[in-house]
Structure formats: C-alpha cells, structure tokens
C-alpha cells in the first residue's frame, strides 16, 4: 500500500513546475495524448538524486540541490491519475541500479505531474547504444525475475520515452510504470489489459497479441523491449512506417532483408569527420548480432521470443565486437612520419623525458586534418608503460572533455600515440590572457570538472581513473574555448569499494599541484586529483601560474591563497584584466569550492562533480545578475559594525580590486550603494 507521507521529500511546488514551463506553455510541450495525459520538457532545481537516497535521519534541508533537464508527464483525468499513484508505488518499491529512482511528483486537485530526466538520442555513439540495452536488459529482468517476495512487475508500457540517462548520457534506468503491475511470479495468468486513452502513447512498442487480447505477459514486454532496440538502431524511421502503414508489423523489417539500409544515419556514419580516423560506421559483427537479437525479440510468436537471460548474453557479444573495433585505431608508421614531415624539428611543438610532440597534417579518405603525434621514447621502460596505459585509457574513456585518441602505431621499437588537434593549445598560455574573459574562464572550469566527473566514475560505477598529473598544460583548447582533460601516462585505473578507494603508489606528479597527503603518505585517491584541480581554478582566477608564483613569491599558489585567507585579502586573488567583470556572489561561491578542494583533509575535500555543481551555480550567479560597479572597488576586512563612511571611502576608492561579498556582509546594509554613489561623483 502506497504511504505518499514517506515520499513528501520528493513533493514539488507548483509554482515552480509553472515557472519550468511558463504555466504549460505550448512551446514547452512535447507530446500529448487526447489531453489526458501531456508531455513537457523544462528546467528547474531539485534536491540531488544522488542524495536523495541518504535522507534517513536528515532534515530536508541538508540535501544539496541541482539543477535538471526534465521531462514532466501531466496527468488531468481520473483514470490517468490513478496511473500516477501506481507509478508512485512501483518506483518506491523497485531498487535496482537500472530501475529509475522518483525524481519528484506534484498535486494539485485533480492533476498530477511526475519528473523525469530529459534524453537526447542522437548524442550517443554505438557502444553508448549497445551500454544501454544492456543496462535495459538487467532492469528488465530484475522486474521479471529478480524481485523479493516472489513478487514481478510486467512493465507493459517499455518504450524509448521510459529510458532514462544520467548526466554523462550512460547509466540507463527503466521508468514510465504508469501502467505497470505487480504479480506473484507464480501466478502464470496473463495481467488483464485496461484499454483506454492513456494507451495510446505505447501503441507503437506494443506486442501483437496484447492489442489484441488485452493480456500482459514476460513475452509482451521481450517485444516492447525489441521495438526499443529497434528505435536505437532506426532512429524514427520505425515510428513514421507505422504512422503511415496500419498493419505494418515489426518483423518485416527483418524479413525483407533492408534492415542495415535502414539503420540510422548518425550511426552509419560514426566516425566521420570526427578525426578520430576508424572505420565509418560500427564494427559489422556487433551489428550483426544486435539485429539478430531485436529480430528474435520482435517475432509475432511469443513463445519464439528469447529470454532476458539470452538477450542480455547477445548484448554482451555485441558490445565485445565493438570494444575489439578499436583495432582501426592502429595507423600505419609511413602515414604518421609522411604527416609529421618526418618528424621535423619545424613541426615539434613540445616534449619531456617521455619523448616529443608533434603537429602534423594527416591524409585520410575525407581530407586532411590536423593531429598532435607523441612519440614516445621506448628506451626506457617507463615510455613503453605509459604508452599502453594511455591507449588502453583513451581507447575505452570517451567524453566531450577527455582528448579525443585518433590512433596509434606500436610497430617494433616505436610506441606513438596520436590525438586530435587543440588549435589553441594548452591552458597555461592563456592564464594571464587579458582577452580571456571571466565568462570563458568559468567554463573552461566547468569543462575540466565535468572531464574529471567522468573519468572519476562515468564508465564503471566500481572503477575510476585518476589522472594523477592534473595541471593547466594537460588542458587543452579548442576554438570556441571548449577544454579537454589530456595526458594520461601517469594515470592510474582503481577499483573501488567498500574496502578500498585508493592505490598505493610513489608520488607522481607536478610540483604545486601535487596532493601533499599523497606525496606524503603515497596512497593515491581520487581526492589526489580534487586538489590539483583545486590548484588550477585559483590559476584561473588569479591569473597566474602556480610556478610564476614560486618564482616570485618562494611559495606555491595554494600557500599563498591560505596565507591570503588568514590575512582576510582572498579578495585579492583575482587577475585584475577580470576584477570589473565579476559578480560579487559568483565570485564567492567559486572561491568557496575551489578552495574547499585544498582541504588538508582528504575527507572534506568534494567530488569532482560537487566541484561541477558549484562552477554552474558560479556561472549561473553570473549570467543572472544585473548588479554592475562603475568602478572596481577595493574593501579592507573590518570588523562587524563598523560603519565608519569616509573611512571606507577611503579604500574603496584604491583601484584595481573586486569587491568581496564576504567583507560587504560585515558593514551596514546601505553602505555599497553610498561607496557606489559616491564614487560615481
């Protein structure tokens, strides 16, 4: 029985959904079925799902919050808000990593709204499809087969809009149980259907034998489940045959032989211009196999259709093939001498004791692009360790801010590694960069920390990499000043769990953004990397790189932002070609979290995409605010009531500083528009 009490921390006011939608406005509206039920898409600030789980012996108002990309399904008839209650049951019942947890609910008379996380289809890459089916799969059969208490949800409604992923487009949940229900496993009497309106927006996922029995069974869901696989393999293509062909069925898609005609364009041409240099397309034997499986899957017969337990080992196959596909990443040693100019001192654009770097210009069937080519010296163990530890790194972690791997060759004593071009290079060029605004710097910020989310967690939910040499010249830039995390020689692949997060290893890393606790201890964490990340939003902010600073002050940046804090001057901290650009409240939080991650406790130190969610609150103080100073200010700390106005006019009036948010708050609360007003004279 549903005790919507134990849910009220999931509640949501109306006025916000109103505000998400402006009142439900049509051009936020996204499907609707005959009225009883209307689809929309928004954005609005809700607790963190990541916590949510932990609210146990919490007030409410302990949980942080975040903002989401949502989908909200309004429910305006009797019948349909009945289906709300019972989606509300089967979410507060289910736990399982691919079963989506309730993201928040509204009432309101007799309407009702649920909260899903939006999707965007064409952002996802064969294996990223392949990851997904396999998460769908186990949801699929935990609902069937897995549940306690003998007891097994039929879906009955599984199609593409019920697929929830999370941030990193990974991490597939099941969701949309309005029309779900539960049953005794042994009970092998078919779920009588309800036909009604609310149907409708399932029609195009539903079995043969259920539109025409009205009986729901294991099978009916293996055909919906077969009909997503379909979608994620033919985009929309499915939907407008149907839409134009009333007795068109599923399996004649397969029966025809077309169906690689028909798979979706954005996946036949994977690949292409991306500069990555594979073969276009996905790897022809995990294709194969994954339109075997979705033709078993879609067979009018129900008793032809296979298991989940056959489903879920044919997905593994396919994502095996596909995973082996990264063979086409090996390049031919004549391509990458002829594009370096034989590996010209003209095109040598860096290096180490780890070998030299060099741009180059490489010929491929689509044109020519430019790469970034890292020979490695292979006279040292140390260059043929890195060597694989970086191709095995950015051959299986791929996100929009990690570097893109473009291929390799590993032929006799070469070890050469080639990524895509950064046509603005690397950050540490650009940290005293006037022309980089405040703007660009907090997204840059946002980038690296979204990279450094991933890599921390985004692939395998027990395993993370820890870059172990974080630094402003391991970020690279593109032309519209998008970053990417680089060099992963020193990086580490952990395992974590219950028992152990860390590795324990001799320190590695920069001198000034190397983690003291690690280089101390040598146990390698996570937290590692939060600090040196710490280290880098302070560069950013102040302009300045942590060995300009050692140079001319004898001490590391994060010492001289500690000393700068005791001293009550963090304000100063900050590059003066930005200081007029930045809000006061921005500001804060961004030095808040940047140097939280300095913690000399590892413990307290956040999480990389802690550290995400306050660079966006940071940007989004930012872009929101109106308040503008004609002229940077400069306050000395005071103490708390102090109100003496010629006195603070005084400093004010010294320029070059930013007002901190943090100082104003111990003056009188009219005493910035007088500085202002007076100044404005």
């Given at each position: 029985m549903l005790q919507i009490n134990k849910l009220e921390h999931l509640r949501i006011g109306l006025i916000d959904i109103l505000k998400a939608t402006n009142n439900f406005s049509d051009e936020y509206e996204v499907w609707d079925m005959l009225g009883l039920l209307k689809v929309y898409t928004g954005d609005l600030e809700l607790y963190d799902r990541n916590y949510v789980s932990s609210l146990e012996g919490k007030n409410i108002g302990e949980l942080p919050k975040r903002h989401y990309n949502i989908r909200i399904m309004r429910f305006k008839h009797a019948t349909a808000v009945d289906r709300f209650y019972n989606a509300i049951e089967i979410l507060s019942t289910c736990k399982h990593g691919n079963i989506d947890s309730l993201l928040g609910f509204v009432t309101k008379g007799d309407t009702c709204n649920l909260l899903c996380i939006s999707l965007n289809m064409s952002d996802l890459t064969w294996d990223m499809r392949l990851r997904i089916c396999l998460d769908v799969a186990h949801g699929l059969n935990y609902l069937h087969n897995e549940m306690e208490d003998q007891k097994m949800v039929i879906h009955r409604a599984i199609s593409s809009m019920c697929i929830l992923l999370d941030d990193n487009l990974q991490g597939a949940k099941i969701t949309g149980f309005e029309l779900s229900t539960f049953r005794e496993t042994q009970d092998e009497d078919a779920l009588p259907f309800q036909k009604d309106g609310l149907n409708a927006w399932i029609c195009f996922s539903m079995a043969p034998e259920l539109s025409e029995t009205g009986k729901a069974t294991k099978e009916s869901d293996i055909y919906s489940f077969g009909i997503v696989m379909l979608d994620i393999l033919c985009g929309l293509a499915y939907i407008t045959e149907m839409h134009t062909n009333a007795e068109f069925r599923a399996e004649q898609w397969f029966k025809d032989g077309k169906i690689k005609q028909r798979v979706a364009r954005v996946i036949r041409e994977e690949n292409r211009g991306n500069k990555l240099f594979l073969k276009e397309g996905p790897d022809e034997d995990s294709l194969d196999t994954f339109i075997k499986i979705t033709e078993r899957c879609v067979a009018v017969n129900p008793e032809q259709r296979p298991t989940l337990q056959v489903i879920i080992m044919e997905l593994r196959k396919a994502l095996t093939f596909q995973e082996n596909h990264k063979d086409h990443l090996r390049m031919s040693f004549k391509d990458i001498e002829a594009a370096t100019q034989n590996f010209s001192r003209a095109n040598e654009i860096g290096g180490g004791g780890f070998g030299r770097v060099y741009k180059g210009e490489l010929a491929s069937e689509h044109g020519s692009y430019t790469i970034v080519a890292k020979r490695l010296d292979?006279?040292?163990?140390?260059?043929?360790?890195?060597?694989?530890?970086?191709?095995?790194?950015?051959?299986?972690?791929?996100?929009?801010?990690?570097?893109?791997?473009?291929?390799?060759?590993?032929?006799?004593?070469?070890?050469?590694?080639?990524?895509?071009?950064?046509?603005?290079?690397?950050?540490?060029?650009?940290?005293?960069?006037?022309?980089?605004?405040?703007?660009?710097?907090?997204?840059?910020?946002?980038?690296?920390?979204?990279?450094?989310?991933?890599?921390?967690?985004?692939?395998?939910?027990?395993?993370?990499?820890?870059?172990?040499?974080?630094?402003?010249?391991?970020?690279?830039?593109?032309?519209?000043?998008?970053?990417?995390?680089?060099?992963?020689?020193?990086?580490?692949?952990?395992?974590?769990s219950d028992e152990t997060d860390y590795v324990i290893d001799y320190a590695s890393g920069t001198p000034g953004y190397l983690d003291p606790v690690y280089q101390k201890s040598r146990f390698l964490t996570k937290e590692s990397d939060i600090y040196s990340l710490g280290v880098i939003l302070f560069e950013i902010l102040y302009g300045k790189s942590t060995n300009d600073i050692k140079q001319r002050e004898n001490q590391f940046l994060h010492s001289l932002v500690q000393q700068r804090l005791k001293e009550g001057r963090l304000d100063e901290v900050v590059f003066n070609a930005i200081n007029n650009q930045i809000v006061a409240e921005a500001l804060a939080t961004f030095q808040a979290i940047a140097y939280q991650c300095l913690h000399v406790d590892r413990e307290k130190r956040p999480t990389a995409q802690d550290v995400l969610v306050q660079l966006q609150k940071a940007l989004e103080l930012q872009s929101s605010s109106k308040f503008s100073v004609p002229k940077p200010l400069y306050m000395k700390k005071l103490s708390k009531g102090c109100t003496r106005f010629q006195g603070i006019l005084e400093m004010a009036r010294n320029p070059g500083r930013v007002l901190s948010v943090i100082e104003l708050s111990c003056q009188d609360e009219n005493l910035e528009a007088k500085v202002v007003e007076e100044l404005a004279r």
């Open positions: 292979t006279r040292s163990r140390q260059g043929d360790q890195q060597f694989y530890n970086e191709l095995h790194i950015l051959s299986e972690y791929k996100h929009e801010n990690v570097i893109g791997l473009v291929g390799y060759n590993n032929d006799e004593q070469e070890r050469i590694i080639v990524y895509e071009y950064a046509p603005k290079g690397s950050l540490d060029n650009y940290l005293n960069d006037a022309n980089l605004t405040w703007i660009n710097r907090l997204n840059i910020c946002i980038d690296v920390a979204r990279g450094l989310a991933f890599l921390h967690g985004g692939v395998q939910e027990h395993e993370a990499v820890i870059h172990r040499d974080m630094k402003a010249a391991n970020i690279l830039l593109f032309d519209d000043w998008k970053a990417k995390v680089a060099d992963y020689g020193l990086s580490l692949i952990c395992t974590i």
